[in-house]
């Protein structure tokens, strides 16, 4: 078998995938992500969802007891229940996300042409997470669900709470695509121009932060929503069911794990994303 030189391997790859760079590098970023962070997910969802009625499902008293029952049940393996789903999900979702959001950019920005461009940027954060939840509701329906008798509509439960969470990913974005502007003017260098490692840590942990605390309660409603446990209902039930039975403290449950998991699960991610897509763009 011939040996090629590395640097036609590379001409040939960036060829091969020139106008999906995004894709590949968000693609790439998502299956690192869920591969590493996946417990944490797990734990979260497990405990969002606990909604105090110990008939339905384990009560968790903390983070800590619900790995606890988890692994005392199922053995360390059952940390990764669910991943196949969860790893698929992700890995499409950034992907899919990634491409749409950096090809929309400019003629939304041509259309908008009055906006700031963080104005610009959290309006394609929405139209790439609308985009996106249509392909991959049902994957996350199927982190909660094994159910195989509620039909084709049960595979969208949860999805009007996830067409408003697409806020998340916008005001993510909109701060991290800002950040690196910013820094790129700092320097004195184009924007979209490659940063350090420092700088994509920084600014990936940062926006993810501020995103999550500001949405997170979107997060809880659409869990339980789609939660195959209990009865469906629809947005406006689950929170009036949340209020009267835990208080507004229902929309927080989880918040302190999905916080700490927004710093390796994002960083893992946004770094891969950064350094694939800028491996494929170079001449």
């Known amino acids: 078998m011939a040996n090629y030189p590395a640097s036609t391997t590379a001409d040939g790859l960036r060829r091969i995938l020139q106008g999906y760079e995004h894709a590949v590098g968000g693609f ?8 590493i962070c996946h417990p944490m997910d797990l734990l979260k969802i497990r405990y969002s969802a ?13 983070y800590y007891d619900c790995a606890r029952q988890i692994i005392r049940s199922n053995g360390v393996s059952g940390l990764y229940q669910g991943l196949t789903p969860n790893l698929l999900g992700g890995a499409i979702s950034w992907g899919l996300y990634l491409q749409f959001y950096n090809k929309i950019k400019q003629p939304v920005s041509s259309t908008f042409s009055n906006l700031p461009d963080p104005a610009t940027h959290f309006i ?6 609308s985009v996106v939840m249509c392909f991959t509701n049902p994957i ?8 195989k008798k509620e039909g084709f509509r049960s595979l969208y439960r949860g999805f009007l709470p996830g067409l408003f ?16 502007d910013w820094r790129c003017a700092q320097l004195g260098i184009g924007k979209n121009s490659k940063l350090g ?11 993810k932060i501020v995103a999550v605390t500001v ?18 209902r629809g947005v406006l039930e689950t929170i009036r069911v949340a209020l009267r039975n835990e ?18 699960a994002t960083v893992v991610t946004l770094l891969t994303y950064e350094q694939v897509h800028h491996f494929l763009q170079d001449k």
């Not at 394609?124 to 997470?129: K, P, R, T």
């Not at 969470?165 to 701060?175: P, R």
């Not at 208080?247 to 390796?264: E, M, Q, S, W």
């Open 165 to 180: 969470g697409t806020t998340h990913g916008a005001v993510q974005f909109m701060i991290y695509d800002w950040l690196k």
């Open 140 to 147: 996350w329906v199927a982190k909660t669900s094994t159910s």
């Open 215 to 232: 949405t997170y309660p979107y997060q809880v409603v659409r869990t339980r929503m789609q939660d195959h446990n209990i009865a469906q």
């Open 124 to 129: 394609c954060g929405v139209l790439a997470g």
């Open 197 to 207: 490692v420092a700088d994509y840590f920084a600014f990936s942990a940062l926006s």
């Open 247 to 264: 208080g507004p403290g229902a929309f927080y449950k989880g918040l302190l794990i999905a916080n700490v998991r927004t710093l390796p």
């Open 28 to 35: 790439s970023g998502g299956v690192f992500s869920t591969l």
């Open 50 to 62: 606990n909604e105090g009625d110990a008939s339905i499902r384990p009560q968790y008293r903390s």
